[in-house]
């Protein structure tokens, strides 16, 4: 069975620094492409960062400078580390898996979101 598990998210303010953390089971961080999404009220979910198998990153323009994907296989954890939080960073941060089942098909997993919300 395969779960995301994000936590780490709360209220901060402007300028201010969360990690979240997506503790993975059912599947390895490092054998699959893992992802942060975030969706705010009223908006489409969008992506915010991604890492592949082979270790390549990818992010928002809208993040690119402030936010950090990373993770580590021993605990089979991806983490968020996000930095210089704004307003508009605020939204439920989902963890995310893309796997490629041995018959070619793909698989999409979601975490149950974390929330962010960076006010004064």
């Known amino acids: 069975q395969v779960q995301l598990v994000e936590s780490g998210g709360g209220l901060v303010q402007p300028g201010g620094s969360l990690r979240l953390s997506c503790v993975v089971s059912g599947i390895r961080v490092s054998s699959n492409t893992m992802a942060w999404h975030r969706q705010a009220p009223g908006k489409q979910r969008e992506l915010v960062a991604r890492i592949t198998r082979g270790g390549s990153t990818d992010y928002a323009d809208s993040v690119k400078g402030r936010f950090t994907i990373s993770r580590d296989n021993a605990k089979n954890t991806v983490y968020l580390q996000m930095n210089n939080l704004k307003p508009e960073d605020t939204a439920v941060y989902y963890c995310?898996?893309?796997?490629?089942?041995?018959?070619?098909?793909?698989?999409?997993?979601w975490g149950q979101g974390t929330q962010v919300t960076v006010s004064s």
């Open positions: 995310n898996a893309l796997v490629v089942a041995t018959t070619r098909s793909m698989s999409d997993y």
